[in-house]
T-cell receptor, first 111, second 112 residues
Framework: DGGITQSPKYLFRKEGQNVTLSCEQN?????MYWYRQDPGQGLRLIYYSQIVNDFQKGDIAEGYSVSREKKESFPLTVTSAQKNPTAFYLCASRERTSPLHFGNGTRLTVT | RKEVEQDPGPFNVPEGATVAFNCTYS??????FFWYRQDCRKEPKLLMS???SGNEDGRFTAQLNRASQYISLLIRDSKLSDSATYLCVVNLPSSNTGKLIFGQGTTLQVKP
């Protein structure tokens, strides 16, 4: 089955540690996205990539980094510089102007 | 002004009711528009795309009003299973190709 896989589903880290969230897709989509969602809030765009080896900052990129070395993979690193990293992180992909397909998300808790 | 705005609700309606949500967007050159449904603690799932001429899928009707810069979602004959948060999504124009902005969502509670 084609789809987007995010792992892990739940992640716990201590403050001050960097952590990398995985996102893999086998839909052959060019564009991939990372969103963050806080309780009772909408989705906010962190980073997006429209093609391999290229990515753009979204609205809340500070404290995050990404890479796009392969078409199917778009990992997100939450660095210690991110002040409030606890959130629900969603990865998505799409082809051109088609709708987004989402992974199941990763819930990150930093204490 | 936010790029995409929705009334967060909640909208509490009885089963069988008709309910409508609006979503306004600030950039008049915005392109694609979508409605997503999100259940509690789950990822959003596509409900329907929104076409210029309006479109219908069963009990759901989506419309686009470019002059007033809003999209709408109408749900007829509400079911208990329609209870969820409904997110509108706007694709910004070609200068920001690929950038999709979400509204904060409208919560719907359908009561027996």
């Amino acid at each position: 089955d084609g789809g987007i896989t995010q792992s892990p589903k739940y992640l716990f880290r201590k403050e001050g540690q960097n952590v990398t969230l995985s996102c893999e897709q086998n839909l052959n989509h060019d564009a991939m996205y990372w969103y963050r969602q806080d309780p009772g809030q909408g989705l906010r765009l962190i980073y997006y990539s429209q093609i391999v080896n290229d990515f753009q900052k979204g609205d809340i990129a500070e404290g995050y980094s990404v890479s796009r070395e392969k078409k199917e993979s778009f990992p997100l690193t939450v660095t210690s510089a991110q002040k409030n990293p606890t959130a629900f992180y969603l990865c998505a992909s799409r082809e051109r102007t088609s709708p987004l397909h989402f992974g199941n998300g990763t819930r990150l808790t930093v204490t | 002004r936010k790029e995409v705005e929705q009334d967060p609700g909640p909208f509490n309606v009885p089963e069988g009711a008709t309910v409508a949500f609006n979503c306004t967007y600030s950039n008049s050159a915005s392109q694609s528009f979508f409605w997503y449904r999100q259940d509690c603690r789950k990822e959003p799932k596509l409900l329907m795309s929104v076409y210029s001429s309006g479109n219908e899928d069963g009990r759901f009707t989506a419309q686009l009003n470019r002059a007033s810069q809003y999209i709408s979602l109408l749900i007829r004959d509400s079911k208990l299973s329609d209870s969820a948060t409904y997110l509108c999504v706007v694709n910004l124009p070609s200068s920001n190709t690929g950038k999709l902005i979400f509204g904060q969502g409208t919560t719907l509670q359908v009561k027996p």
